[in-house]
């Protein structure tokens, strides 16, 4: 299996791949941080007050408060016994020696690991430290895929699967680059503080308050997040361009997140339309891409951009893929049986005609990966960017007796034409055009640039 550049996020619903974006990397201890970066010595003023805030005198956090180790748990789950513990314990093992996708155990003594984690529990474990326990056992498989989930994160997932986003902070949608030092925003939630306080999609988060917002390997996504109407000062960065600090305020996000969708300016005035998908895990989306061929009318043709598709529940995949094909496109595979993937056709505007170009990278996974590789593989699309990684296992979901959810990959998909083992060569692009996310501008996209090229225009 190859390891993703970007964060495992977790995805919700009984058939589904997975999500890779926007999730703070595994928290582990680290030194206390110095801050990076000196703060302006002239006060800063916010360019956006959140209405509710315009009366409330600003403050930030306290060092201690970032400096803080984060916790992965925004609440704790509900107590269980020592008896309950070992039913689910036995299941999940029995789940997993039953319907993994590797017969092998993707190379892993399977036996072995569930006999360690095994007598860990039977020495006594609290609540948590055995959901901690579970997740660790599952990661062993080492798939990129297969997980544990306790309860709370449960309700988590099925909260942002349907779109009911509700936290405190700036509102950006960020793909990690912990190599870099930085966050760097994919998309901003509409209205929001980050929106409307001028940071863009490319801008990349360096510091907050001075504190870096990735230490030793690890992304502190949270130190961004705090009480409704604290002020935050961000150390941003936009391509090609020194790094700046911008004061926000931050207040309550309840709101899907968009997709972008617009025109491509050309100088032969076609008409040529550009969706950045970022996730299949919203449900939202879908009618989003609706509304989007809608508003563009007739077009000349259509990039769909999956670089940072993480992928997500095939609930948000299918509808999605019947605006641009049709037929049997490919096969779930599993270790007794194949389903296949039959898509009817759904034409939106002239969706099912329109000329593809589909945008891929390294952090194109999953469901992003089929998406794309279908459309390929069917003729029904070229595709512009650097080859993916090659994870196109799908993951099932079993429900455990406490609410917590074992999901495991049981199934690989084998596309219908060139039958293609994707897990092992990733979808290759028919034209290699990529830079990272950090370093350009809409305007200055080489991915775009190509994709118009490809298209015939420009």
Known sequence: MKISRILLALVLLFSLACNFITRALPFAPTPTPTPTSTLTPTPLTPAYIPTDCQNTALATQPASTLL????????????????????????????????????????KDWSAIADKYRATLNAGLTTEEFYQNMEDMITELGDDHSRFESPVEVAEENAELSGTNNFVGIGTYVLPQPQKGQATIVLNFPNSPADLSGLKPHDSILAVDGYPIVDQNTLYTSRIRGPECSAVVLTVKSPGENPRQVMLVRERIQSPLLIDARLVDTTDGSRIGYILLPSFFDETIPNQVVDALNGFGELDGLIIDNRLNGGGSSSVLLPILSYFASGTLGNFTSRTSSRPLKVVPHDIQNSQTVPLVVL??????????????????????????????????????????????LWIAQETFVPAHSRANWEDTGIVPDVEAFADWDTFTFETDPSVAAALKLLGHQ
Do not use: C, M, W
């Not at 509900?78 to 155990?105: G, H, N, W």
């Not at 650097?386 to 994870?391: E, K």
């Open 360 to 405: 891929v990278g390294e952090d194109t996974v999953s469901f992003g990966e089929i998406f794309s590789g279908v459309l390929q593989d069917s003729g029904r699309a070229k595709i512009v960017g650097q080859t993916t990684l090659g994870n196109v296992e799908t993951l099932h979901g079993y429900k455990q007796d406490d609410g917590s959810l």
């Open 68 to 107: 803080a180790k984060p916790t992965s748990f925004l609440q704790a789950n509900p107590e269980i016994s020592a008896d309950l513990q070992k039913r689910v314990f036995e299941s999940v093992v029995k789940t997993v020696d039953k319907v993994y996708v590797y017969p092998d155990f993707n190379g």
